[in-house]
């Protein structure tokens, strides 16, 4: 198992910045997860660990130990990327025997290798068919096999499940997972998908223009982003401008709020700031009599009448948007019963998941 560490890695394109001096840590035998839009640097920022860029700045190093000089050969990183590259004309026992026989391995020798790790990614038996003969997630699974047959110190996986439907997609992140697991491998894999990175990982990372915005276990992210911007893009939340009264409420046009104990650095400032208020942790309350009075609804702390404006049935969840006398408000309800539009509600907003953060002006618009 390698811990990875990036120490201030610069990347331009063409005297184009791409990379600004990013930091980061990987622990060993982690499952690491990079979010972040199209184009901020994920696949430079894994072409660079790989070896196949070279940085203008900065330092990488495995286990303490700089890799810039080494070749990408000389790296032993397992790789899949979101076009699944396997050898056309190479059945799926010489794809995943390549790089053993890279090595000087013969195709015999390989066999049992080969074998086990077909064997992990469900394709025990399929070793003389063609990619040609293979489905798409079939072939995803080759690529991982591919990737793994090496004993890799690394795994860097580039969007390994964009190309999927949405049921294999779920099939094969927990074949993912669960031969991460089984390896010990780290891992440092790119998504665009922000449920795939909450299952898979141990720690993920934010990142926009270039830059780490955010690293952290996946509830640290979505319980307490550091700005709008990192909010946003983790999808479903409402961010309500506030002044905070004291460490633990803030003024809004919902009336006083109750919030999770503001960190020490935004309650020194005073500054104007938002409330993070995720859409799956507004509870619906079934209607009250006494809803049409907002006023006396806002008193109990935390509690508003609302009312339905639209309500959306997707699956198992329904999405609606409510109106609280003026500010709008996104709810995401796990449950069978359905408001239906004009209905009045009381919602009631947990204070623990009640987030302070920076009002950094810049929200992320996908
Ligand atoms: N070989 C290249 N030459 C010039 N510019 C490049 C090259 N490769 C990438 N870029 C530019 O660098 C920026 C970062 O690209 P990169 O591929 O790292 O983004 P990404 O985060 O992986 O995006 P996506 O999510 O769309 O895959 C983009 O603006 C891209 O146009
Ligand atoms: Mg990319």
């Known amino acids: 198992m390698t811990r990875v560490h990036i120490e201030g890695v610069s990347k331009s394109y063409d005297a184009h910045p791409v990379l600004h001096a990013l930091d980061l840590m990987v622990d060993a035998g982690y499952f690491f997860t990079l979010l972040g839009p ?3 640097g994920k696949t430079t920022l894994l072409r660079l660990i790989a070896g196949l860029l070279d940085p203008d700045a900065g330092d990488i190093r495995f286990d303490g130990e700089s890799v810039l000089s080494r070749p990408p050969e000389g790296r032993n990183i397992g790789m899949v990327f979101q076009q699944h590259v396997l050898f056309p004309h190479m059945t799926v026992e010489e794809n995943v025997a390549f790089g053993l026989r890279m090595r000087g391995t013969g195709i015999r020798e390989a066999r049992p290798k080969v074998n086990e790790v077909l064997e992990m990614v469900q394709l025990a038996g399929y070793n003389r068919r063609f990619p040609r003969q293979l489905s798409g997630g079939q072939q995803q699974r080759v690529a991982l096999a591919r990737a793994v047959v090496v004993d890799p110190v690394l795994l860097l996986l580039d969007e390994p ?13 927990a074949l993912l997972r669960s031969v991460q697991r ?3 491998i780290t891992t440092i894999c790119v998504t665009h998908d922000q449920t795939e990175a909450i299952e898979l990982s141990d720690r993920m990372a934010v990142m926009f223009d270039g830059k780490i915005a955010q690293e952290g276990s996946p509830a640290e992210l979505f319980e307490q982003p550091v700005s709008a911007m990192v909010a946003e893009f983790l999808g479903s939340t409402n961010l309500l401008p506030a002044r905070l009264l004291d460490r633990s409420h803030a003024e809004t046009s919902l009336g006083p709020v109750h919030v999770r104990s503001c960190p020490d650095q935004l309650y020194a400032a005073q500054e104007d700031v938002l409330l993070n208020i995720r859409c799956e942790h507004i509870a619906i309350l079934p209607a009250v009599e006494d809803a049409e009075a907002p ?5 109990a702390g935390n509690h508003v009448a609302a009312e339905v404006v639209s309500s959306v049935y997707r699956g198992g969840l329904v999405f609606y948007r409510m ?12 449950s ?3 408001f239906v539009p004009g209905a009045r509600v009381v919602l009631r907003i947990p204070p623990e998941h009640v987030s302070v953060i920076r009002d950094d002006a810049r929200t992320f618009s996908s």
């Open 38 to 40: 199209s184009g901020c």
């Open 161 to 173: 499940l964009s190309n999927l439907d949405a049921r294999l997609r779920d099939d094969m992140r």
């Open 182 to 184: 089984s390896l010990g």
């Open 295 to 299: 006023s006396l609804a806002r008193l």
């Open 323 to 334: 109106n609280v006398d003026g500010t709008p408000l996104s709810v995401i309800d796990r």
């Open 336 to 338: 069978d019963r359905q």
